[in-house]
């Protein structure tokens, strides 16, 4: 595993007139135990992203432009419809029919990270289309796979209506309507008990940790967004300023920490249980990358700084940091420092007294 941890980048598998499809490949090992997936939906302009459901829970990510998205959840007869932006998350259960479509004049750029334990391959979405025709690399939609007899039968319809409706539409996966599509402002007074909670904007949110100079943090657990208890995942977006370090840190709940730089650049380094670093990495916009449970990852932003948006595996993850006034290290009796470290009072002492008010995020060294 540790050979296969490095950050990689999406490679685009569909493109059409309305939009792009990237995705991480899942020959990225870690992925397959890490039982995660991830991908990358561009729509441009008029791009229609045609219904479908998949077999796995998913954190969408809005990274650019605004838009819309539509879901129908499991055991629902309610289409919720939201206007989404720069910021959004929006958390979808597995088996829940979405649709997303790009009303901007600038690209939707949505990043998807999900979690696929119920699903047909680890670390691979199965998604299913409703509709659309064959094209390469992309099958047909569902309604394809039915006979004209069956569908006619099912939707009260003639063979030759269902012909007409099931063949009409040529383009698959992303399509640009001929015309742009309006919805009515009463689409969004539709309520389904448990599903109003689904979307929450990110960059709106209180902060959890702000440090000046250093960096800031917002959480994203299922107090914030109840819906989360369903996926069973936890998010937060992190802004580190140039220069500055986020301390070295784990997740201590059996968590792994699935993380998608949005921009900016910076270095990573992991290390493992026999004290290996499997990770030492340059990164960029656009890589991703997995923390496996209870491995220790530490950031430092280059000089425009670096932002990035996490998935976690826990609902409500808890972190440990080995640095800052929160180190667990300042938890430990200074005895016990002194004789695992194997160095006198003083020097225990000094690696103490440093750092006693910084949280998780540390300005740039003034030497």
């Given at each position: 595993?540790?050979?296969?941890?490095?950050?990689?980048?999406?490679?685009?598998?569909?493109?059409?007139?309305?939009?792009?499809?990237?995705?991480?490949?899942?020959?990225?090992?870690?992925?397959?135990?890490?039982?995660?997936c991830a991908?990358?939906?561009?729509?441009?302009?008029?791009?229609?992203?045609?219904?479908?459901?998949?077999?796995?829970?998913?954190?969408?990510?809005?990274?650019?432009?605004?838009?819309?998205?539509?879901?129908?959840?499991?055991?629902?007869?309610?289409?919720?419809?939201?206007?989404?932006?720069?910021?959004?998350?929006?958390?979808?259960?597995?088996?829940?029919?979405?649709?997303?479509?790009?009303?901007?004049?600038?690209?939707?750029?949505?990043?998807?990270?999900?979690?696929?334990?119920?699903?047909?391959?680890r670390g691979?979405?199965?998604?299913?289309?409703?509709?659309?025709?064959?094209?390469?690399?992309?099958?047909?939609?569902?309604?394809?796979?039915?006979?004209?007899?069956?569908?006619?039968?099912?939707?009260?319809?003639?063979?030759?209506?269902?012909?007409?409706?099931?063949?009409?539409?040529?383009?698959?996966?992303?399509?640009?309507?001929?015309?742009?599509?309006?919805?009515?402002?009463?689409?969004?007074?539709?309520?389904?008990?448990?599903?109003?909670?689904?979307?929450?904007?990110?960059?709106?949110?209180?902060?959890?940790?702000?440090?000046?100079?250093?960096?800031?943090?917002?959480?994203?657990?299922?107090?914030?967004?109840?819906?989360?208890?369903?996926?069973?995942?936890?998010?937060?977006?992190?802004?580190?300023?140039?220069?500055?370090?986020?301390?070295?840190?784990?997740?201590?709940?059996?968590a792994y920490?699935?993380?998608?730089?949005?921009?900016?650049?910076?270095?990573?380094?992991?290390?493992?249980?026999?004290?290996?670093?499997?990770?030492?990495?340059?990164?960029?916009?656009?890589?991703?990358?997995?923390?496996?449970?209870?491995?220790?990852?530490?950031?430092?932003?280059?000089?425009?700084?670096?932002?990035?948006?996490?998935?976690?595996?826990?609902?409500?993850?808890?972190?440990?940091?080995?640095?800052?006034?929160?180190?667990?290290?300042?938890?430990?009796?200074?005895?016990?420092?002194?004789?695992?470290?194997?160095?006198?009072?003083?020097?225990?002492?000094?690696?103490?007294?440093?750092?006693?008010?910084?949280?998780?995020?540390?300005?740039?060294?003034?030497?």
């Open positions: 595993m540790a050979a296969n941890l490095g950050p990689r980048q999406a490679e685009e598998v569909f493109r059409s007139e309305g939009g792009r499809v990237e995705v991480w490949r899942n020959d990225y090992e870690i992925m397959k135990v890490a039982n995660v991908a990358k939906v561009v729509l441009y302009p008029g791009g229609l992203a045609l219904p479908k459901y998949c077999d796995s829970a998913q954190i969408y990510y809005v990274l650019e432009g605004c838009g819309r998205v539509g879901v129908v959840f499991p055991g629902s007869e309610i289409e919720h419809v939201r206007k989404v932006r720069h910021g959004a998350v929006v958390a979808i259960p597995e088996g829940a029919i979405n649709w997303w479509y790009n009303e901007g004049q600038t690209d939707l750029v949505i990043l998807s990270l999900g979690e696929t334990s119920k699903g047909h391959r691979e979405y199965t998604n299913f289309y409703l509709f659309g025709a064959s094209q390469e690399k992309c099958n047909n939609g569902v309604v394809h796979g039915f006979s004209a007899e069956f569908l006619a039968h099912a939707w009260d319809l003639d063979e030759i209506t269902v012909k007409q409706l099931v063949e009409a539409q040529k383009g698959a996966v992303i399509v640009k309507p001929s015309e742009a599509i309006e919805f009515p402002d009463s689409v969004h007074e539709k309520i389904d008990a448990g599903y109003e909670e689904f979307v929450y904007n990110v960059e709106d949110a209180e902060l959890d940790t702000d440090v000046k100079n250093g960096g800031r943090v917002a959480v994203l657990t299922s107090e914030k967004l109840p819906f989360l208890k369903k996926l069973g995942l936890g998010a937060d977006l992190v802004k580190l300023d140039p220069g500055a370090m986020c301390s070295p840190g784990f997740s201590s709940d059996a920490q699935v993380t998608y730089i949005v921009r900016g650049s910076g270095r990573v380094q992991v290390v493992g249980n026999e004290g290996i670093r499997v990770i030492e990495a340059e990164l960029k916009a656009g890589d991703f990358f997995i923390v496996p449970p209870f491995f220790i990852v530490s950031k430092i932003a280059g000089k425009e700084g670096m932002e990035w948006f996490s998935i976690i595996t826990s609902e409500n993850p808890i972190f440990a940091n080995l640095g800052g006034k929160t180190s667990v290290l300042k938890s430990l009796s200074p005895q016990i420092i002194s004789a695992s470290l194997n160095v006198p009072k003083e020097l225990e002492q000094k690696l103490r007294g440093r750092r006693t008010n910084d949280a998780v995020f540390f300005p740039p060294s003034r030497s």
